[in-house]
């Protein structure tokens, strides 16, 4: 497993001021094809730790590495073109451009023409075809998290990671995005996802790790993690 | 005085065009910077006496047609156009970036720009002092266009490169990678981030094209008749009025904010005298925080 590991994060400290870490040191792997769900209590530093592989804050201390290349603290748009992508919680898609205009966003990095990439997108997501031409302000919650996730994988990205990608979705939303994120895993991204539903993240996930207070505190298959008594008790809402 | 309404329309579209090149710059640095800039109007003193100075140098050239300059003034405004482009920057990275990497409140911005302003513009009154300048002395016979409405051969022509430069900046918004890289940047600078877009790039970007701008106006504001120290400042609350007026962020906007001041100010000449002139900008401000804050095309959810 740590052989084929493809994203590998070792005592990552970060944090959004320098001297005040939220992030105390994390350890996580993740492979290619593999699901692999952060879970843990508000403010256990889950969605910190996204960023900070992302570039986004300061990092202080530790390294992310990406198929053996060192991105730790690699400036955000660097990261981006070394195959990262992130899609943020909330404000994750620019409400003042279209559908269109999104997507080329997204694919800012990449030289030359984009058509084949923005077509492709539309494949794989065909109700932003029909909205391409709106501005996404317009569109549903389930559609600006395709738009979300469509936007993130115009770079081609080798490493997709979400922060709470399900949340404030309806059931029905919820059970098809997990269904595009395993179909993603399945073509050789590795999926990286913070999760407030920790149970139906595990189910859906190869792989995860509980995090608390900035550490990480369980980690493993997500199956034993589901099976764990101390996991189940403490964060999955008791045992089943 | 109905007589002169199409004269008062004509006059009030030349002004707008130039308010609406300045406005831009200022709508810009409101959503992309995100503070109130008031040194943006001494970038268009700026640009006027950049040009000055090539056009001592090389002449204002011989008219061509029934222009009262050659080649060589266009050529200066497209010197004095880069010039203060990067000057824009220059004063960023000297001022207001340094502010920015602090953190520093909206009002510390505001008082900082009021400090570059004073410093900008005096900076002009010590070198060309406090008389007029003239880029050319040619005569010009006004042209009538439709009866009743005289235009100068040179507004005809300011008019017609404003419209051109605002189209043209239109199309690279909405078609470059560029563009749309600026506009992700003014609706959210840390998802632009997240996509990759170089945020000091684009700052960059955003300042030399809001200088350049303002020179233009500078220009065309020094050629309709002279230039002295304040034609920045005096244009300044127009500026603003303008950008908010259109929905700060919009370049649309900022154009028909333009036009619409330029056409008050205009209009309000035929009912009160020219020494009020300076309060219609002022009021249109008022009636449109009152009414509608986030301006004609702002409002986003």
Redesign the interface.
Known sequence: MIAASYLHVSDLVAGYVRGLPVVHGVTIEAARREIVALIGPNGAGKSTLLKAI?G?ITTEGGHVRLDGRDVTAL???EI??SGIA?V?QT???????TVH?NL???A??IPGPVSDRLERAYALFPPLAARRALRA?TLSGGERQMLAIA?ALM?DPTLLMLDEPTAGLAPRVVEEVFRQLRGLADTGIAVLMVEQNARAALSVSDRGYVLTEGRTRFGGPARSLLDEPRVAEAFLGGRR | MSAAIPQALADGMLTGAIIALGAIGVTFTLEIMRFANFAHSELLTWGAYIALVVVVFAGPGTPTGPLSFGWQLLAAALVAAVLTGLAAWAIDTLVFRRLRRRAAPPLTMVFAAFGAALVMRHLIVLIWGHQSHYYTRELQIAAELLPGVRMLPDQIFILGLAIAAMVALHVFLTRS?TG??M??M???P?????????VDAVVRLTWIISGALAAFAGVFTGLTPQLHPEIGFNLLLSLFAAAILGGT?SLPGAVLGGFLVGLAENLSLLVISPGYKGAMPFLLLLAILLLRPQGIFGG??
Not at chain 1, 91 to 97: A, E, Y
């Open positions: 992302a986004l400036p955000a748009h981006v073109s992130f943020p404000g994750n898609v620019f409400t003042t451009l205009e080329k966003v997204g800012h990095v302000r936007r770079t | 990678r749309m890289a506009r992700a003014a609706e959210s840390a998802l632009a981030q997240v996509c990759g877009i170089e962020g986003r959810d």
